[in-house]
């Protein structure tokens, strides 16, 4: 059964930081990974969607990556802005067109 | 493009109480899905729809029924609610099995 796991749980740094937050998996066969954020009391909002064959993928600030082969994918967020403070969640895609998501880690970051 | 609705946004049921919860997706997407979201939990995937006219259960499925009768709708009932279904309820959809997936705004239901 596949599980995802984020690390930091909650994360608070001062604004203008670069930051990195991680998501490991525990089964390599997916097809691909999706960032999310979840402001409080709202919906999930999609980031970023990495396929399987690709090693990142960037938007503006944001900027993810996968090595499929360890079961690990990082979301680095480049100056940060307290308007990025938000619940940051990460979401394999398996073989059953299912995703599997991590618990999410909070993010906050202090004006 | 309004993207994924639900209705309604909020709702509060006494224990034994049916309702149904709505969710629409005007994109044309051929997959939704039904998940509940509880602190300390994460999300939980209820039933899921690969297409009109099926649907098939998830991780978390006892005491929901769910419909897709048309494409672009896919319902979530609970027959007779229980406190232990206190919980945020988001749908969500996506066009292929592999492609992103958009979520609604959420219900927040209470079962007293």
């Known amino acids: 059964k596949q599980e995802v796991t984020q690390i930091p749980a909650a994360l608070s740094v001062p604004e203008g930081e670069n930051l990195v937050l991680n998501c490991s998996f525990t089964d390599s066969a997916i097809y691909n990974l999706q960032w999310f954020r979840q402001d409080p009391g709202k919906g999930l909002t999609s980031l970023l969607l990495?396929?399987?064959?690709?090693r990142e993928q960037t938007s503006g600030r944001l900027n993810a990556s996968l090595d499929k082969s360890s079961g690990r994918s990082t979301l680095y967020i480049a100056a940060s802005q307290p308007g990025d403070s938000a619940t940051y969640l990460c979401a394999v895609a398996g073989s059953n067109y299912k995703l599997t998501f991590g618990k999410g880690t909070l993010l906050t970051v202090n004006p | 493009n309004a993207g994924v609705t639900q209705t309604p946004k909020f709702r509060v049921l006494k224990t034994g109480q049916s309702m149904t919860l709505l969710c629409a997706q005007d994109?044309?997407?051929?997959?939704m899905y039904w998940y509940r979201q509880d602190p300390g939990m994460g999300l939980r995937l209820i039933h899921y729809?690969?297409?009109?006219?099926?649907?098939a259960k998830g991780e978390v499925p006892d005491g929901y029924n769910v419909s897709r009768l048309k494409k672009q709708n896919f319902l979530l009932g609970l027959e007779s609610a229980a406190p232990s279904q206190t919980s945020v309820y988001f749908c969500?959809?996506?066009?292929?099995?592999?492609?992103?997936?958009?979520f609604g705004p959420g219900t927040r239901l209470t079962v007293t």
């Open positions: 969500a959809s996506r066009e292929g099995g592999f492609e992103e997936q958009y």
């Open positions: 994109m044309n997407h051929e997959y």
């Open positions: 990495i396929q399987s064959s690709q």
């Open positions: 729809s690969v297409g009109e006219g099926t649907t």
